[in-house]
C-alpha cells in the first residue's frame, strides 16, 4: 500500500512537471527501498500548469531526487527520506520570446492542459483514499491516522542546491534566488535529532520538526542585461534555524 501510494504521487504529481521519469523502474525501485531519478529536465510549460500563467521555463533541470523508504520487513516504521539537489531553472515571460498573435493560444493551451491535469490528480487522490481505508477496514478505528502521523513524525526532507532566475525585457528586470540547502528533521519533544535508522515512537496527536535554512539569498536588479553576477542582493545569504511545534 505504502510503495503503492508512492508511485501514485510520482506518476500523478511529478512526472508531469518534468522529463526522465520511467513508469516501469518505479515498482522494482521502491520495491528494494531506494528510489534514484538522475538528471531530471523541467518542461518548459511548469509554471503555467501550477498556475503562474504569461512565464514559461526556458532552461531547468534537476540533479538528483532520493527516496528512501522502510524495506517490506519494516514497512511498518514510518521512516522515509526523501532528498532533492542540484535545482536549476530560468524562467521568463513569454511575451518576450513569442510573438503577440501567439500568446492567446498558447495561453488557452496551457490552461486547457492545467485544468485537465487538476481533475486527473484529484481523481488519483480520491481513488487511492477509496483503497486505503478498504485496505484497514478490518482494522482499529484509528489505525490509519496512527500510521500516517508515523510517517509524517518519521519523514525527513533535503533540498540543496538551488538557483532560480527570472529575466523580463518588458519589466527591464532580473531576479534570483539562490539556496544552499533547506532541512526538515524529525525530533522529539526536546528537539533532539533523531539519528540514522532510529525510529521516532508515537508523540500522540503532537509533532516536532527542525527547520534549517542554508545560504538562502535573494538578488534583484532593474536592468536585464546587467547578468546576475553584477545584479545586487536584496537579501544577502543567511542561515536560520526554526523549531516547529504543533501539539
Known amino acids: 500500500m505504502i510503495t503503492a501510494a508512492l508511485e501514485s504521487v510520482i506518476v500523478q504529481f511529478l512526472q508531469p512537471y518534468v522529463d526522465g521519469i520511467k513508469s516501469d523502474d518505479l515498482h522494482l525501485s521502491f520495491w528494494n527501498g531506494q528510489l534514484d531519478l538522475d538528471d531530471l529536465q523541467v518542461k518548459e510549460d511548469v509554471l503555467g500548469l501550477l498556475g503562474f500563467e504569461g512565464v514559461r521555463v526556458s532552461k531547468g533541470s534537476v540533479k538528483k531526487i532520493s527516496i528512501s523508504l522502510p524495506k517490506a520487513s ?3 516504521s514510518g521512516k522515509l527520506s526523501i532528498t532533492v539537489s542540484g535545482v536549476k531553472a530560468s524562467a521568463e515571460h513569454v511575451s518576450d520570446t513569442i510573438p503577440d498573435e501567439q500568446l492567446k493560444s498558447k495561453a488557452h493551451e496551457t490552461k486547457t492542459k ?10 488519483e487522490l480520491l481513488k487511492r483514499k477509496e483503497q486505503a481505508e478498504a485496505t484497514l477496514s478490518g482494522t482499529d478505528k484509528g489505525f490509519g491516522a496512527k500510521l500516517a502521523r508515523r510517517f509524517i513524525n518519521n519523514l525527513s526532507i533535503k533540498l540543496s542546491e538551488v538557483e532560480v532566475a527570472f529575466a523580463s525585457q518588458n519589466l ?7 539556496l544552499g540547502s533547506l532541512e526538515v528533521l524529525s525530533t522529539d519533544s526536546t528537539f533532539r535529532e533523531m539519528d540514522k535508522g532510529e525510529v521516532l515512537e508515537s508523540q500522540g496527536s503532537s509533532l516536532y520538526k527542525i527547520l534549517r535554512l542554508s545560504n538562502f539569498g535573494i538578488k534583484l536588479g532593474i536592468d536585464a542585461c546587467d547578468g546576475l553576477i553584477s545584479t545586487p542582493y536584496l537579501v544577502s545569504p543567511l542561515s536560520l534555524v526554526f523549531r516547529v511545534a504543533h501539539e
Open 172 to 178: 527591464n528586470l532580473l531576479g534570483a534566488g539562490i
Open 114 to 123: 492545467a485544468i485537465a491535469l487538476r481533475m486527473a490528480q484529484q481523481r
Open 74 to 76: 519494516k514497512a511498518m
